[in-house]
Nanobody, 116 residues
Framework: QVQLEESGGGLVQPGGSLRLSCAAS????????MAWFRQAPGEQREWVAT???????LYADSVKDRFFISRDNAKNMVYLQMNNLKPEDTAVYYC??????????WGQGTQVTVSS
């Protein structure tokens, strides 16, 4: 299986930026796609962005042109660069990887709070 460890969350003012990181360990050779999700209080978990093994990138409309996902296969890392942050971006952000066999693995989540 794959274990995921996230970092980079915190408190930031509107218009600011944060960079989230997720380090994968374990059976990393099995990793196919890597993605980020988020969940605000009282809301369902929402898909944010995905990067495929071919480095193709997809984004939710709410973050398109502000957030950027990337991966470094040599380091077994996935990143989420978040720019021009808005209060509505406040949520717990989760890293998720999908194996080539179709299994999903989740990180523990990291809090992002956007407030003045």
């Amino acid at each position: 299986q794959v274990q995921l460890e996230e970092s980079g969350g915190g408190l930031v003012q509107p218009g600011g930026s944060l960079r989230l990181s997720c380090a994968a360990s374990g059976s990393t050779s099995d990793i196919d796609t890597m993605a980020w999700f988020r969940q605000a209080p009282g809301e369902q978990r929402e898909w944010v962005a995905t990067v495929t093994s071919e480095h193709n990138k997809l984004y939710a409309d709410s973050v398109k042109d502000r957030f950027f996902i990337s991966r470094d296969n040599a380091k077994n890392m996935v990143y989420l660069q978040m720019n021009n942050l808005k209060p509505e971006d406040t949520a717990v952000y989760y890293c998720r990887v999908r194996s080539r066999q179709g299994y999903d693995y989740w990180g523990q989540g990291t809090q992002v709070t956007v407030s003045s």
